[in-house]
């Protein structure tokens, strides 16, 4: 019997109360009482900086930002300044990375990748990695980026992780915000979107429910179970 996983989607959802219900998870899973979760999503425009904490990368001032309608947040991942909006699918999985078991942050941020890597071969594009960055890219063209929080557990030996990809779905997503900084601190690249890519309409519903099958590949969890958990919330 394989693992089990609850997955999720919900349209739109604040930044913060994302945030606030990463944490919740994460505390209850440390204290078993909860079980691991992809929590899939769409944020209203949102700039968040991590922890490498580069304010000179965000390129507007808090008026234009009131003006524009995006929130900003100085958050607890790994990494620079990146952007969050409409048009992106939003993956956050807090699961539990058992020590015992070999599974370390380096490991999982490669599977990461990987899964959203093997989602784009599905639709005929050739991704990958590029040297010294994380995340994914076709080319010299980010599609999507990783930050991420290893939260030790304080009960046993191993991390429980939280925040984690945002994969770039609608045309012009990089106009939409990516205008207003220096993603993750990288000048000499751009950013791209799967619609850019291909040409074709997506929506980001769909893509995260096509994504689903790769995770539980990756990860190992059970499939048959949460695909239909997804299905039933999209369909909500």
């Not at 990368?57 to 524009?68: F, K, V």
């Not at 599977?111 to 990695?129: K, M, N, P, S």
């Amino acid at each position: 019997m394989g693992k089990s996983i609850e997955v999720s989607y919900t349209p739109l959802m604040e930044y913060a109360a994302a945030w606030d219900k990463q944490k919740e998870i994460v505390r209850g899973i440390d204290d078993g009482q909860q079980g691991e979760q992809l929590l899939m999503l769409q944020h209203p425009p949102t700039y968040t900086i991590g922890s490498q904490r580069h304010p000179e990368h965000l390129l507007w001032s808090e008026e234009e930002l009131r003006a524009r309608g995006i929130a900003l947040f100085q958050i607890d991942r790994g990494g620079d300044i990146t952007y969050h909006g409409p048009g992106q699918l939003v993956g956050y999985p807090i699961l539990l990375l058992d020590a015992a078991k070999g599974i370390d942050p380096h490991r999982y941020l490669r599977t990461l990748e990987q899964v959203i890597i093997d989602y784009l071969a599905d639709q005929g594009i050739v991704a990958g990695r590029k040297e010294e960055y994380t995340g994914v890219w076709i080319g010299d063209l980010k599609i999507a980026a990783i930050g991420i929080k290893f939260n030790k557990c304080r009960s046993r030996k191993g991390f429980i992780t939280s925040h984690g990809f945002a994969f770039n779905i609608a045309s012009g997503i990089q106009q939409a915000g990516f205008t207003g900084i220096i993603p993750c601190g990288i000048e000499q690249y751009g950013v791209t979107s799967l619609e850019d890519i291909t040409g074709r309409s997506y929506t980001v519903e769909q893509v995260a429910q096509d994504i689903v099958p790769h995770f539980m590949r990756h990860f190992e969890y059970e499939q048959p179970e949460h695909e239909v958990i997804l299905q039933k919330r999209l369909n909500d």
